[in-house]
């Protein structure tokens, strides 16, 4: 007899856990989702420098305007995959990824 895998079966680590990725027991965030965290803060981050580089010097002849188009819609659709299947950290770190890439990509239309 086959049996359907429910939410709770991954034990060692809880990849498959949902219901807003809280630890019901103890209120908490259980390591995976701290772990996304982490992860989409290092690379949302990693976009700050060039933003305030543009933003100072209004130089953008060295970005790739192609490239930033399809980043752009890379990280919109990684958003709304987020939003999708309710995952909060993929949502919150590409949220915030797009502003800043959106910034650069029309800072790049503006100066050329």
């Not at 219901?19 to 690379?43: E, L, P, Q, S, Y």
């Not at 299947?85 to 959106?102: E, K, M, Q, R, S």
Request: glycine share 8%; aromatic share 8%; hydrophobic share 45%.
């Amino acid at each position: 007899m086959k049996r359907d895998v429910n939410e709770y079966d991954c034990v060692a680590c809880n990849v498959h856990r949902r219901k807003g990725d809280i630890d019901d027991a103890r209120g908490t965030m259980n390591w995976v989702t701290v772990m996304g965290f982490v992860a989409g803060t290092c690379t949302t981050i990693s976009f700050l420098p060039q933003v305030i580089k543009i933003v100072k010097t209004r130089r953008t002849e060295d970005i790739s305007l192609g490239m930033y188009v399809v980043f752009c819609t890379g990280v919109f659709l990684w958003g709304l995959y987020g939003v999708i299947h309710g995952d909060l950290p993929i949502i919150v770190a590409n949220v915030i990824t797009f502003l800043l890439a959106v910034t650069i990509l029309a800072l790049k239309v503006k100066h050329g």
